[in-house]
C-alpha cells in the first residue's frame, strides 16, 4: 500500500510538534474579563474565524491576551502561539514580532536578523513551503494589528 | 484491501476513458495523481483540448458578421457545437440553447429577464436548502430589487428534499422554483422529473441547475419538461467561460435582452432598436467561439461513451467510495441520500478539511475542502466546511484506495 512508503519528513515540517501541541491544546483560549482592544480574523478562502481579545494598562503594555473561534491545525496553533508570546510585551514589542512573523513566512527575513528574537514562534516556519497555508498562519497576526490599530473593521487575510 | 472488481461491458468502455486525459497522466509531490475534485472543475480530454486548437489554428474569425471563409468557418463551428449541444439535451429547437459563460451567468439571465419584469411585492421565488451560492444570490439580487419574497424549502438530516414542505411551499404567489438536479456538497440527486409535474400542477414554472447533473447523467429536457436548464462546460470535461441556458421558446422569445450589445440586434438606430431572433437575443458580444466549439467537442465525446454508460459506471465507484469511507473509524460523512451521485462530504476526527486538503496533496490526492460555495448547506448540518470527495467518469477503484490510504495517514499524522 502506497502509505507505508509516504515521505512525510516535510509534512512534519508544516505540522511541527509545538504547532500540533498548540492547535489541540490551544492556550489562552476563551474570552478575557477585562478587553480594550478586539479584532476578528476572518479567512473568506475557508471561513476561518477567530476573534482576539486584549488588555492593554496604560502604557499600552499587553497585561493579557486570549483568542477564540474555529480553524485548521495551522490557524488555531499560530494564534495560541501569539498569545503565548504578546502577553507581557508593550504594544510596539508586539508589533515588531507582527512584522517577524510575516517576515518569516514571506521567506525574507531582514539580513542580520529580526529585531526580535522569534523563538518558539520559529516552529511556524515550515508553512512558508506551503503558499496556500501562509494565509492561516497570518490570521491571527492580522487580527493583532487591527486590534492594536483599534480598527473597528475584521481582519482578513485578502 | 483492494478487491477485484468484476465489470460489465459498459463499465469497462468508460474506465478505459481514462487515458484520453493527459492531466491524469502526470505525479503530483511524487505520486501519480489522484483527482477527485470534478465536481470543482473537471479534467479536458484530448478531443476537447485539440478541438479548441485546431480552430484557433485554422478556423478563427468573429461570427455571424464577415462574408470571408474564415467567418463561414467560424460561424459553422459555433452554430455546430449549438446543434450538438442541443441534440446531447434533447431540446426542441436551437432557438432554446443560449450559449453562455456558464451556470451562473444563465440563472443571473433568467433572473434579470424572466423574473425581474414580473415580480413585484407579494410574489414569492422559491429555492431548496440545498443550493449552490450561484442558485441563492441571483435570487435574492431579484428578490431585493422587485420587492418580492425568497422562500427556502428544507432538507433533512441525509441531505434529501423534504418533498413535501417543498410541494407546500408551492403557493398561489410563486412565480417560479429554482432547484439543484444535483447538490454540489452533498451528492443529492433530486427528482426533478416529479418536481416539475408538481409545480407545472400549480402553474409554476421550474429553473433547473444542472451544473452537477450534466456530466454524470442522461439529461433529456423535454422529458424532464423544465421551463430552464442551465449548465457548465468546465463541469463537463470542456473549458472554463462556457455554458448553456435551455429554455422554452415560448418563454425566451417572450423575454427581454439580458444585455446589450453587437449581434443580438437587427437593426439600431438612436429612435430605438430591433432585437435579433433567439437565441441571438441573449448573445451580446462576440461570444466565447473557441470554447464553444470545446464544449461541442465535450457533448459529443459523452455521446460517444454513452451516458448510461457513464452513469452505470459512476454508481458502481461511488457505491465503492460510500463502502470504504464507512469503514473508516472516526469519519462523519455528510451527504447520505438514498439517490446520490458520486459526491461525498466528510470530517474525519477532529482534522479540520483545510489540514485533510494538505496532506492528501502531499500523497498526490487532490480534493476540495471548505463550504464549496454552499453556506446554508454547512449552517445545517453545523460545520464550517467539509471535505469532499468528487467522481467522474475518469476515476476508478485505485484512486478511492489512494484516498482511503491518505486519509489513514493524515490520522497518523494528527493522532
Same mark, same amino acid.
Given at each position: ?25 490551544p492556550r489562552h483560549f476563551g474570552k478575557l474579563e477585562h478587553t480594550t482592544h478586539s479584532a476578528q480574523g476572518i479567512n473568506p478562502l475557508c471561513g476561518d474565524k477567530l476573534r482576539l481579545y486584549l488588555d492593554l494598562d496604560a502604557d499600552e503594555t499587553i497585561r493579557d491576551a486570549a483568542f477564540e473561534g474555529s480553524g485548521c491545525a495551522i490557524s488555531v496553533g499560530s494564534a495560541s502561539l501569539l498569545t503565548d508570546t504578546v502577553i507581557g510585551l508593550s504594544s510596539s514589542d508586539a508589533m515588531a514580532f507582527f512584522d517577524a512573523v510575516l517576515a518569516q513566512l514571506a521567506g525574507n527575513e531582514p539580513q542580520g536578523g529580526n529585531r526580535v528574537d522569534l523563538g518558539k ?38 | ?25 502526470? $505525479? ?31 478556423? /478563427? *474569425? ?5 462574408? /470571408? ?7 459553422? *463551428? ?31 439571465? !433568467? +433572473? ?5 419584469? %414580473? ?5 414569492? @421565488? ?10 441563492? &444570490? ?26 413535501? +414542505? ?25 427528482? !426533478?422529473?416529479?418536481? @416539475? ?23 433529456? @429536457? ?7 436548464? %442551465? ?12 455554458? &448553456?441556458?435551455?429554455?422554452?421558446? %415560448? ?25 435579433? $431572433?433567439?437565441?441571438?437575443?441573449? $448573445? ?7 470554447? +464553444? &466549439? ?43 441520500? *438514498? /439517490? ?30 471548505? /463550504? ?31 484516498? &482511503? ?11
Amino acid at each position: 500500500m502506497i502509505g507505508s512508503s509516504l515521505q512525510t519528513d516535510d509534512l512534519r515540517d508544516l505540522y511541527r510538534d509545538l504547532v500540533l501541541d498548540h492547535a489541540r491544546n490551544p492556550r489562552h483560549f476563551g474570552k478575557l474579563e477585562h478587553t480594550t482592544h478586539s479584532a476578528q480574523g476572518i479567512n473568506p478562502l475557508c471561513g476561518d474565524k477567530l476573534r482576539l481579545y486584549l488588555d492593554l494598562d496604560a502604557d499600552e503594555t499587553i497585561r493579557d491576551a486570549a483568542f477564540e473561534g474555529s480553524g485548521c491545525a495551522i490557524s488555531v496553533g499560530s494564534a495560541s502561539l501569539l498569545t503565548d508570546t504578546v502577553i507581557g510585551l508593550s504594544s510596539s514589542d508586539a508589533m515588531a514580532f507582527f512584522d517577524a512573523v510575516l517576515a518569516q513566512l514571506a521567506g525574507n527575513e531582514p539580513q542580520g536578523g529580526n529585531r526580535v528574537d522569534l523563538g518558539k514562534l520559529r516552529a511556524l516556519a515550515g508553512v512558508r513551503d506551503y503558499p496556500s497555508r501562509v494565509k492561516c498562519a497570518t490570521l491571527a497576526w492580522h487580527a493583532l494589528r487591527s486590534a492594536l490599530q483599534q480598527d473597528m473593521a475584521p481582519a482578513t487575510t485578502e | 484491501m483492494t478487491q477485484a472488481h468484476q465489470l460489465t461491458e459498459a463499465q469497462s468502455i468508460v474506465a478505459a476513458c481514462r487515458a484520453d486525459f493527459p492531466a491524469l497522466d502526470q $505525479e503530483v509531490n511524487g505520486y501519480p495523481i489522484v483527482y477527485l475534485d470534478s465536481a470543482a472543475s473537471a479534467q479536458q480530454p484530448s478531443v476537447v483540448i485539440d478541438a479548441i486548437a485546431n480552430y484557433e489554428r485554422h478556423d /478563427h *474569425a468573429n461570427v455571424h458578421r464577415g462574408v /470571408h471563409t474564415l467567418s463561414h468557418r467560424a460561424t459553422d *463551428a459555433y452554430e455546430g457545437a449549438r446543434e450538438t449541444l442541443r441534440r446531447f439535451i434533447n431540446a426542441a429547437s436551437t432557438r432554446e440553447v443560449v450559449l453562455t459563460s456558464g451556470t451562473t451567468e444563465s440563472i443571473n439571465l !433568467v +433572473a434579470q429577464s424572466f423574473c425581474r419584469p %414580473a415580480l413585484g411585492p407579494g410574489d414569492q @421565488v422559491l429555492i431548496t436548502h440545498l443550493e449552490h451560492h450561484a442558485n441563492i &444570490v441571483p435570487w435574492q439580487l431579484v428578490c431585493e430589487q422587485t420587492g418580492a419574497e425568497l422562500l427556502v424549502a428544507p432538507i433533512n438530516e441525509r441531505g434529501e428534499l423534504e418533498l413535501d +414542505a417543498l410541494y407546500s411551499l408551492m403557493g398561489a404567489s410563486v412565480r417560479l422554483l429554482a432547484i439543484a438536479h444535483v447538490s454540489n456538497a452533498l451528492g443529492t440527486i433530486n427528482p !426533478v422529473r416529479d418536481i @416539475v409535474a408538481e409545480a407545472h400542477a400549480r402553474d409554476i414554472p421550474v429553473l433547473i441547475d444542472g451544473a452537477q447533473g450534466v456530466p454524470h447523467m442522461r439529461v433529456d @429536457v423535454r422529458d424532464l419538461d423544465c421551463d430552464f436548464y %442551465a449548465f457548465s462546460g468546465h463541469k463537463m470535461f470542456g473549458p472554463t467561460g462556457t455554458g &448553456v441556458l435551455y429554455g422554452k421558446e %415560448a418563454l425566451l422569445d417572450a423575454m427581454p435582452p439580458y444585455k446589450g450589445g453587437g449581434d443580438m440586434i437587427l437593426e439600431v438606430s438612436f429612435s430605438g432598436t430591433t432585437f435579433n $431572433e433567439l437565441p441571438y437575443k441573449f $448573445e451580446a458580444g462576440t461570444p466565447n467561439i473557441s470554447g +464553444a &466549439v470545446g464544449l461541442g467537442a465535450a457533448a459529443t465525446y459523452l455521446e460517444t461513451i454513452g451516458m448510461e454508460n457513464v452513469e452505470s459506471w459512476e454508481r458502481e465507484l461511488s457505491d465503492y467510495m460510500t463502502q470504504r469511507l464507512s469503514a473508516i473509524e472516526d469519519i462523519r460523512l455528510i451527504g447520505t441520500a *438514498a /439517490h446520490k451521485a458520486g459526491v461525498q462530504s466528510f470530517l474525519l476526527g477532529d482534522i479540520h478539511p483545510h489540514d485533510l486538503g494538505t496532506i492528501l496533496d502531499h500523497q498526490g490526492v487532490a480534493i476540495r475542502t471548505g /463550504h464549496h460555495c454552499a453556506m446554508p448547506v454547512m449552517d445545517y448540518f453545523g460545520v464550517p466546511g467539509t471535505a469532499r470527495a468528487s467522481l467522474a467518469l475518469y476515476n476508478n477503484f485505485d484512486d478511492i484506495d489512494r484516498l &482511503v490510504a491518505a486519509l489513514e495517514k493524515a490520522k497518523e499524522i494528527f493522532a
